[in-house]
């Protein structure tokens, strides 16, 4: 029997979670300078991990430290293992490992709403591949990215606080959950609709 039971006293409450959080991570699109053409366009995945190192970091962008950052992860992620525009979140999590020398960088299949708070409450934010066109993000180019990737910083009552590289305005974009959770998809060759649930937790220790 565990101690607490052979002196008769109960296990310690959890701590409550917050009704709302909203963690510092800064923030940069994806196309730091404002040039949509490749690889800004496709360059989701290096913005949202590039904002996750930043914020354990305790760093924030310019314009141009965001530009380089951006061109030498996709750069390496080239180099190091042929990867194309579009990578899965196994492939983002190996780039982390890789790149940025974190141990500890978890995918998890099928999330849910409360696996994704209880992260976000712990102080991870967490990084979400998705079907952008379900996003139905007004400030994308219609119709907006088959693919796309984000970070989820924080969350209200009702909905997800996300920085979303895919625009200018993406700082503390807000997401319904409901939105949030059909939206999100792995890369899997193409039908990005129809790719399994996933996201990317990246735990500072290294």
Partial sequence: RAAWRRVGRRPPAAAPRPGE???AVPFTPQAPHGRWEQPYQDACEEASVAMVHYFFAKKKFTPDSADKEILDLVSFEER????????TAEETANVVKNFYGYK????IQNPTVDVIK???AKGLPVVAPVYGRALKNPY??????TYHMLVIKGYTKD????????TKRGEDY???????MDAIHDWNGGDVASGRKAIIIIHPEK
């Fill in 174 to 180: 807000l997401y319904s959950y409901e939105v949030m």
């Fill in 159 to 166: 909905k997800f606080i996300t920085n979303d590289p895919g």
């Fill in 104 to 107: 500890n960088v978890e995918v």
């Fill in 80 to 87: 190091r293992f042929g990867y194309g525009y579009d990578i």
């Fill in 118 to 120: 209880s992260t976000l």
């Fill in 21 to 23: 959080i909203n963690l």
């Fill in 140 to 145: 994308f180019t219609p119709p907006g990215p």
